[in-house]
């Protein structure tokens, strides 16, 4: 096999459509991310899965999925959000249920910790503080 057989196996062909939040109950998560992302319900799978969606166009997913065991530590992946204005962001989420954790800083990006209502970790950061 030569060197072009290889590369053209190992050129990912995935796209990535959801990202999934493991929580103890999926319906009662809509409200806030549907609200906090401007997202719809596309698909509720008798309450165990639930996607959310952009309401026009394309964008990722986000899946809220029924799991029997409660959240343990720090989420090992979270999603990050980017905004021009964010403490007025951070703001507006939190007057939906979510909750501010933590402010860090490096040159060139501020960002924040939130939890949503159930405690998953996820980040809201701004190159303009």
């Known amino acids: 096999m030569g060197w072009f057989s290889v590369r053209?196996?190992?050129?990912?062909?995935?796209?990535?459509?959801?990202?999934?939040?493991?929580?103890?109950d999926p319906r009662a998560l809509v409200e806030f991310w549907t609200k906090a992302l401007d997202y719809e319900v596309k698909a509720d799978m008798d309450g165990f899965f639930v996607l959310l969606g952009p309401k026009e166009g394309t964008g990722t997913g986000i899946g809220l999925q029924?799991?029997?065991e409660p959240k343990a530590g720090k989420n090992r992946v979270h999603i990050d959000?980017?905004?021009e204005d964010r403490k007025a962001e951070v703001a507006r989420l939190v007057g939906l249920g979510a909750k501010e954790q933590e402010e860090h800083a490096v040159p060139g990006l501020t960002w924040t910790v939130l939890t949503d209502p159930v405690g998953n970790?996820?980040?809201v950061g701004s190159t303009n503080g």
Do not use: L
């Open 81 to 83: 959000f980017s905004t």
């Open 121 to 123: 970790e996820f980040c």
């Open 66 to 68: 029924k799991v029997e």
């Open 8 to 24: 053209a196996m190992t050129t990912p062909t995935m796209t990535m459509v959801t990202v999934t939040i493991d929580c103890a």
